[in-house]
């Protein structure tokens, strides 16, 4: 069993940076593959960045690459999204969740999403 809980999410400008992190409990975190998602107001939850089981592979949304980075700390049971450069459109929740499927097609699983973390992007 994983339990999850995210924060680091606040106000910024447009072309500022933020670091959501994740914080897992659980004595198997380290066998899954992590991923971030978002959801804006009124749209659905997407798919944003993902991370293998060790941290050798990470996988990005079209949106998101070049400006994002997801890295996670087994030892510390903890998986991190750096974000800069951040545009008006970034503006949304953050979850993490165990991350299914292979490469950027990846999706969530149901039973472990949380309250998440706000994040806001003014122009």
């Known amino acids: 069993q994983v339990q999850l809980v995210e924060s680091g999410g606040g106000l910024v400008q447009a072309g500022g940076s933020l670091r959501l992190s994740c914080a897992a409990s659980?004595?198997?975190?380290?066998?899954?593959?992590m991923g971030w998602f978002r959801q804006a107001s009124g749209k659905e939850r997407e798919f944003v960045a993902a991370i293998t089981r060790s941290g050798a592979s990470t996988y990005y949304a079209d949106s998101v690459k070049g400006r994002f980075t997801i890295s996670r700390d087994n030892a510390k049971n903890t998986v991190y999204l750096q974000m800069n450069g951040l545009k008006p459109e970034d503006t949304a929740v953050y979850y993490c969740?165990?991350?299914?499927?292979?490469?950027?097609?990846?999706?969530?699983?149901?039973?472990?999403w949380g309250q998440g973390t706000q994040v806001t992007v003014s122009s």
């Open positions: 659980g004595r198997t975190f380290s066998s899954y593959d």
């Open positions: 969740n165990i991350a299914v499927g292979y490469g950027s097609r990846r999706y969530g699983l149901s039973d472990y």
